[in-house]
Nanobody, 128 residues
Framework: QVQLVESGGGLVQPGGSLRLSCAAS????????IGWFRQAPGKEREGVSC????????YYADSVKGRFAISRDNAKNTVYLQMNSLKPEDTAVYYC?????????????????????WGQGTQVTVSS
């Protein structure tokens, strides 16, 4: 059974850092694309970042570029999202997701409908 579990969220002051984890079970992460999304209250779920399985290419939304970094540790079957210089507008529930299509690439990574499995989410709150 494919399962994704996010962790690492919490309350942090503006300018602070958090590292989110997305632990996979029921499948081997090596061969799958992983996307990170976030959803703030009253807003649509938006793509934040993606890492491919094929060549570990990474992609970011403009709003987080230069501040967030996605990485994968295949030995631990886990993907990370390092978030630095956090801003109040980064406050949201963060989700990781995976899919079995597109041969492990990040093609159309921002589209929620292109993902097959989702985690339950972890809350990130940036506030002083």
């Amino acid at each position: 059974q494919v399962q994704l579990v996010e962790s690492g969220g919490g309350l942090v002051q503006p300018g602070g850092s958090l590292r989110l984890s997305c632990a996979a079970s029921g499948f081997t992460l090596d061969y799958y694309t992983i996307g990170w999304f976030r959803q703030a209250p009253g807003k649509e779920r938006e793509g934040v970042s993606c890492i491919s399985s094929s060549d570990a290419s990474t992609y970011y939304a403009d709003s987080v570029k230069g501040r967030f970094a996605i990485s994968r540790d295949n030995a631990k079957n886990t993907v990370y999202l390092q978030m630095n210089s956090l801003k109040p507008e980064d406050t949201a529930v963060y989700y990781c997701a995976t899919r079995v299509r597109y041969s492990g690439s990040c093609y159309a990574w921002r589209s929620r409908s292109e993902y097959d499995y989702w985690g339950q989410g972890t809350q990130v709150t940036v506030s002083s």
